[in-house]
């Protein structure tokens, strides 16, 4: 396996980054997960856009973003699969142990892993901790991911695959890596980015060609949701058959179903 560090391709087991690198001392950095359909990245300059975005909003400079392609190319190159998850991470580089940031520069590490095609359906829960939607990092793509982290052991504890987050006012908000797509009498919603969520390039595909309306939503519309789904980088459109102790029989329902029917027939043709 071959990934790119700074600069140039490296075998995995003799890349290198310091372990004073901003991103593992404090999580100063930012990062875009792409799905690969052989050596091909899907959605590539929207999820461009976005690390750019993610990096301002931390005030780090702008990637290079004919680096990036240029690195992810190599990377893709080198490691030839049928499915991978392309990662790029962005960070706050070498710096003084605490919060100030140095001034040698960022870090750009481009990997790539395997994966496998997600099922039709899956479980989730629901934590008790919360998005602050009034956060620095609300919206971003930030490797600050712990909270995540300890919400997806949770869901993995209790039979899911994801976890889904209230914010501070009782608003459902995402999940630890997805957006929520609730149904509610045959029309689709989705939360606002006001929720403080992520804004998903999937979710945003989504919203764009199925007509889904972005609705303040309250957490317990999962109570009461004819069907609700998932979407993100790895999962596209991912039904959901059950919400903590609700089944939801039949899912897909027929709503997610065409969803699913509409994201597929799109995104090959981009």
């Known amino acids: ?35 690969a359909v052989d050596g091909r990245p899907f959605a590539m300059e929207p999820h461009l856009d976005r690390l750019t975005r993610s990096a301002r909003g931390l005030g780090l400079p702008d990637p290079d973003l004919d680096e990036v392609r240029r690195a992810c190319a190599a990377v893709l190159e080198a490691n030839p699969m049928p499915l991978g998850r392309l990662r790029i991470t962005y960070t706050g580089g070498l710096s003084p142990l605490g919060s100030d940031r140095g001034d040698a520069g960022p870090t750009l590490v481009v990997a790539l892993g395997e994966t496998s095609h997600r ?18 990092l609300a919206g971003l793509k930030t490797t600050s991911y712990a909270e995540n982290v300890v919400a997806l052991a949770r869901a993995h504890e209790r039979g899911g695959s994801e976890a889904l987050f209230a914010n501070t006012v009782g608003q459902l908000c995402e999940g630890t890596g997805s957006n929520v797509f609730v149904v509610l009498d045959g029309q689709l919603h989705t939360p606002p980015l006001a929720s403080g969520c992520l804004a998903g390039i999937t979710r945003a595909l989504t919203v764009e060609w199925t007509g889904a309306l972005e609705t303040e939503l309250p957490m317990d519309v999962l109570e009461r949701a004819d069907e609700v789904f998932l979407t993100s980088t790895l999962r596209d459109v991912q039904a959901v058959h059950r919400v903590d102790g609700r089944e939801l029989p039949g899912a897909p329902g027929p709503v997610t179903a065409k969803a699913m029917r509409i994201f597929a027939e799109r995104a090959a043709q981009m």
Do not use: C, Q, Y
Not at 1 to 23: C, Q, Y
Not at 119 to 136: F, G, H, L, M
């Open 119 to 136: 099922p039709d359906t899956t479980a989730v829960i629901t934590v008790p901790w919360t998005r602050n939607e009034r956060s620095a």
């Open 1 to 35: 396996m071959k990934l790119w560090v700074n600069g140039g391709l490296h075998d995995a087991d003799a890349a290198r980054v310091s372990v004073l690198d901003h991103g593992l001392t404090v999580g100063d950095g930012v990062f875009e997960t792409l799905k």
